[in-house]
């Protein structure tokens, strides 16, 4: 990756981290209102369903924080409320039993001898938008000045939300995006959270269910539309990666997808390596 690429790609992701902590906040302030705690959740990289074992002392200054998934099998996942007094923390101890199974975000990877900070206010960034499936909030980044666009991307994803349930955070990037462009991410963000779902219901904890999308997927779930006539792919693994990615949320691009494997490598046999090289010459120049 040449340095400009580089450069352009760790500011997108930086971008794509802090819209997502604004999500997560909104989602915080939403849930925890009662309590009139600050939101604080960074963000999520990582779903684990976790079988609660012993349930430490320590544990009891973040037991506000969880709230049972909207989607909760009855009987599965622990019913988590507070008491009658909306200002009172309740004891861990009240809120998780041992044995009981709770879907939960990695919010904060541990550092050193402090562990990982975790959350079931769960928030799943797309191309343009932020997923949040277990809050009823539609929200438009700051970024986005012009009332009349931010008027039109409300508009837009409202008319997408199931019978009010689960909320969105249009993120910048969505700026002059267009109606469909807005509703395939949409598509996509649910139909990811309805794996997620799924694969929760199945797995036995302790299990990772979901990670982060990795370099290609993003660039497939970002840059791939129905106007490709054909993806190429010069290595077997990623090329049963992507069909794997391809039938799990774009099932009707599965088939413009092609394995190379002619001896000339793939950026030389379509005269991208001479288009890069031009580029880097004219910047270096």
């Not at 990811?192 to 999308?213: F, G, M, Q």
């Not at 054909?230 to 413009?256: A, C, H, M, S």
Request: glycine residues 6%.
């Amino acid at each position: 990756m040449a340095p400009a690429e580089g450069a352009a790609a760790e500011t997108e992701e930086d971008t794509e981290e802090l819209e997502l902590e604004e999500a997560q906040a909104q989602a915080e302030a939403l849930l925890d209102a009662e309590a009139r705690e600050p939101a604080r959740w960074m963000r999520g990289r990582r779903f684990v369903l976790g079988g609660n074992g012993r349930i430490h002392a320590a544990c009891a200054a973040s037991a506000a924080r969880f709230r049972p998934p909207a989607w909760r099998t009855p009987g599965r996942w622990p019913a988590l409320s507070r008491g009658a007094n909306s200002q009172e923390v309740p004891k861990i101890s009240d809120l998780l039993k041992e044995g009981q199974e709770i879907l939960v975000q990695i919010a904060k990877e541990p550092i050193g001898k402090k562990g990982a900070r975790i959350t079931s206010h769960i928030a799943l960034p797309g191309r343009f938008l932020v997923y949040m499936p277990t809050v009823n909030h539609t929200g438009v980044s700051r970024k986005i000045a012009s009332d009349e666009e931010r008027q039109r991307l409300k508009r837009i994803v409202m008319s997408e939300r199931d019978n009010g349930h689960g909320g969105f955070i249009v993120r910048t990037a969505a700026q002059s995006a267009s109606e469909e462009e807005l509703r395939a991410d949409i598509r996509f963000l649910k139909g990811l959270w309805n794996d997620i779902k799924t694969r929760a219901e199945a797995s036995k904890p302790p299990a990772l269910i979901y990670h982060d999308l990795n370099v290609v997927e993003r660039v497939l779930r970002d840059q791939v539309t129905s106007d490709f006539s054909v993806i190429w792919v010069d290595t077997e693994p990623e090329y049963e990666r992507i069909l794997r990615f391809f039938n799990r949320f774009q099932p009707g691009l599965v088939k413009r997808v092609k394995l190379y494997t002619k001896e000339t490598p793939l950026f030389e046999q379509f005269g991208l390596k001479e288009e890069m090289d031009k580029a880097l010459k004219s910047k270096s120049g």
